[in-house]
């Protein structure tokens, strides 16, 4: 079965700083897709970026990066230059693609950045 | 905006009561999917509909049903209602029902609080 795991309940980091989120998984599945989710205070879930398990480049969106370790199970996503927005609730989830699309999400991990 | 429309925003009802929750998927997407956002169970998948048939149930109660139509948008009905059913719920809606790289857009989401 399909296991996602964030270890950090919570992150701080400074304005300008780099922060990695890290998310491992567990699947038997040969080919699914990794995604990263924001969640903000006011509730609505924001797709970041994707990784497809055959992708060969680290998926990169602007100032995150996922930094995608296949042998190590691990999908973490780097944000360069944070920014005060970027105060979130941040999810891993994963999809396996050789069924139906559903996601299975990590607990999330709290960034609090800070000026 | 996700172009993904879900309402209520906000839902205050009793126990043992019946609500709808409803979603719109954004223009072109066939596949809606239902999660479920709760303290203690996190973001957990329900079910799945692609082109007006369920493709995929997850952990829904039998006290919960769901439908999409022939316009595509879809209903989520939660009866008989309970203090643990309180949660945020989302839609969420992709091009496809197989996987294959096509990622969820999901609404602002419906927050339920059953009193």
């Known amino acids: 079965a399909q296991k996602i795991t964030q270890t950090q309940p919570g992150m701080f980091v400074q304005e300008k700083e780099a922060v990695t989120l890290d998310c491992t998984y567990d699947t038997s599945d040969q080919s699914y897709g990794l995604f990263w989710y924001k969640q903000p205070s006011s509730g609505e879930m924001i797709f970041l970026i994707y990784?497809?398990?055959?992708?060969?480049q680290n998926a990169t969106e602007g100032r995150y990066s996922l930094n995608f370790q296949k042998a190590r199970k691990s999908a973490n996503l780097v944000i360069s230059a944070s920014q005060l927005g970027d105060s979130a609730m941040y999810f891993c989830a994963m999809r396996e693609n050789t069924g139906f699309q559903k996601l299975v999400f990590g607990t999330g991990t709290r960034l609090l950045v800070s000026p | 905006d996700s172009g993904v429309t879900q309402t209520p925003k906000h839902l205050i009802t009793a126990t043992g009561q019946r609500v709808t929750l409803r979603c719109s998927p954004r223009?072109?997407?066939?596949?809606v999917y239902w999660y479920q956002q709760s303290l203690d169970q996190g973001l957990q998948f329900l079910i799945q509909y692609y082109n007006g048939e369920e493709r995929a149930k997850g952990n829904i109660l039998e006290r919960f049903s769901a439908q999409q139509f022939p316009d595509l948008h879809s209903e989520l009905n939660l009866s008989s209602l309970e203090l643990g059913d309180s949660a945020l719920y989302f839609c969420?809606?992709?091009?496809?029902?197989?996987?294959?790289?096509?990622?969820?857009?999901f609404g602002p989401g419906t927050r339920l609080t059953v009193l």
């Open positions: 223009s072109g997407d066939l596949s």
């Open positions: 990784q497809g398990s055959y992708d060969e």
């Open positions: 969420a809606s992709s091009v496809a029902w197989l996987a294959g790289g096509n990622e969820q857009f």
